[in-house]
Antibody, heavy 123, light 107 residues
Framework: EVMLVESGGGLVKPGGSLRLSCAAS????????MSWVRQAPGKGLEWVAS????????FYANSVKGRFTISRDNAKNSLVLQMDSLTAEDTAIYYC????????????????WGKGTTVTVSS | DIQMTQSPSSLSAAVGDRVTITCRAS??????LAWYQQKPGKVPKLLIY???TLQSGVPSRFSGSGSGTDFTLTISSLQPEDVGIYSC?????????FGPGTKVDIK
């Protein structure tokens, strides 16, 4: 079964840091690009960051650029989101999601989602 | 950056009604548009990609159309299990922006 399991969420003070992890299983992780998507309480989905299968291409939303770092370890089937300089506006459920590929072409729409991990930024 | 808008922001319809949701991109994105459904308390689910291709396992009452800047998601006969929030997403190039969502419930 294809699965994504996020961990690392929690309560952090403004200005603090948090490291989210996503463990992938049931598919060839190293073949797929991956993304983080978040959802603030009562709000819509917000794309956060994406990384290509070999980490050669990395993309960030303007709202997190310079503060968040996405990375992956294909040997460990793991995706990471390092979040620094957190503010209350970063409070959200963070989803790990698999981007799609058709042959060798990667498309950044998400066909598999984890259940999410909750990040709360509050003093 | 390209902005994504959706209309309406919410709608209420009767079971069996035909429901149409619109998504608009501020610049052309060809057919690089996906639709997601998020039921209350659940994880988002991919419904449609390429503007009109139904993801495997999605009921045929869902359909998508459009290209360029204007797109629609249609539910041909609304069912009680279709209650939720529907969001579009562009994926032609980064940023892979989502629309603000349309909340659908049953009248």
């Amino acid at each position: 079964e294809v699965m994504l399991v996020e961990s690392g969420g929690g309560l952090v003070k403004p200005g603090g840091s948090l490291r989210l992890s996503c463990a992938a299983s049931g598919f060839s992780f190293s073949s797929f690009s991956m993304s983080w998507v978040r959802q603030a309480p009562g709000k819509g989905l917000e794309w956060v960051a994406s990384v290509s299968s070999t980490s050669s291409h990395i993309f960030y939303a303007n709202s997190v650029k310079g503060r968040f770092t996405i990375s992956r370890d294909n040997a460990k089937n793991s995706l990471v989101l390092q979040m620094d300089s957190l503010t209350a506006e970063d409070t959200a459920i963070y989803y790990c999601a698999r981007a799609t590929k058709w042959g060798d072409v990667h498309y950044y729409y998400m066909d598999v989602w984890g259940k999410g991990t909750t990040v709360t930024v509050s003093s | 950056d390209i902005q994504m808008t959706q209309s309406p922001s919410s709608l209420s319809a009767a079971v069996g009604d035909r429901v149409t949701i619109t998504c608009r991109a501020s610049q052309g994105i060809s057919k690089y548009l996906a639709w997601y459904q998020q039921k209350p308390g659940k994880v988002p689910k991919l419904l449609i990609y390429g503007a009109s291709t139904l993801q495997s396992g999605v009921p045929s009452r869902f359909s998508g159309s459009g290209s360029g800047t204007d797109f629609t998601l249609t539910i041909s006969s609304l069912q009680p299990e279709d209650v939720g929030i529907y969001s579009c997403q562009k994926y032609n190039r980064a940023p892979f922006t989502f629309g603000p969502g349309t909340k659908v419930d049953i009248k």
